[in-house]
């Protein structure tokens, strides 16, 4: 778990949804191959989070509008998208398994590519002084981040070629 002081300035958060009120909260940071365009169109593809993300075994949707369902570790979350500013802002907010996440994606272009900031937020139903599920959740926001940093990673294709 990170300290919720750490967030980055840029990073937008909803309205009553800050770090500092979360349970768990998680951030990342790395430069990735390719501009944020490239980073941008993986993070957004929803329907193949299957086939990369671990635990995600179903999405409902094939593009992000305003909100689409995703059964992650076993719970279906139903998400909102909070901010989509292609292609260099994007974030969702997850309410399932008596938890909300909100998960918030910042992208600049660098000179090796594209620096990537993931900040993560959780908060649950029981207070703060009570829950016992904050290891588990960030354990799990650390699994997805680490999962999303190897598909932002994988080599960005080179002229001609299309990820």
């Known amino acids: 778990m990170h300290d919720p002081a750490d967030s980055h ?5 909803p309205s009553g949804f800050s770090p ?24 957004t593809d929803v329907a193949n989070w299957p086939s990369w993300i671990p635990h995600c ?3 409902s949707t094939t593009t ?15 998400v909102f998208v909070g901010e989509q500013v292609s292609p260099r802002r994007v974030g969702w907010l ?5 938890v909300q996440l909100y998960q918030t994606w910042l992208l600049t272009e660098v000179q090796d590519g594209t620096h990537a ?21 960030a ?13 932002l990673s994988e080599t960005a294709p080179g002229p001609g070629r299309s990820s």
Request: proline share 7%.
């Open 9 to 13: 300035p840029a990073i937008h958060w």
């Open 20 to 43: 500092a009120d979360a349970h768990s909260f998680h951030r990342g940071q790395a430069v990735v191959p390719g501009p944020p365009e490239r980073a941008f169109r993986l993070l």
């Open 57 to 59: 075994e179903e999405v």
């Open 64 to 78: 992000p509008t305003q909100s689409f369902e995703v059964r992650w570790h076993g719970y279906r979350f139903e």
């Open 94 to 98: 997850g309410i399932g398994a008596g």
């Open 117 to 137: 900031v993931v900040e993560s937020a959780v908060r649950a139903a029981a207070p703060r002084s009570l829950d016992l599920l904050s290891q588990a959740w």
């Open 139 to 151: 354990q799990r926001l650390d699994d997805l981040w680490h999962a999303q940093l190897a598909k």
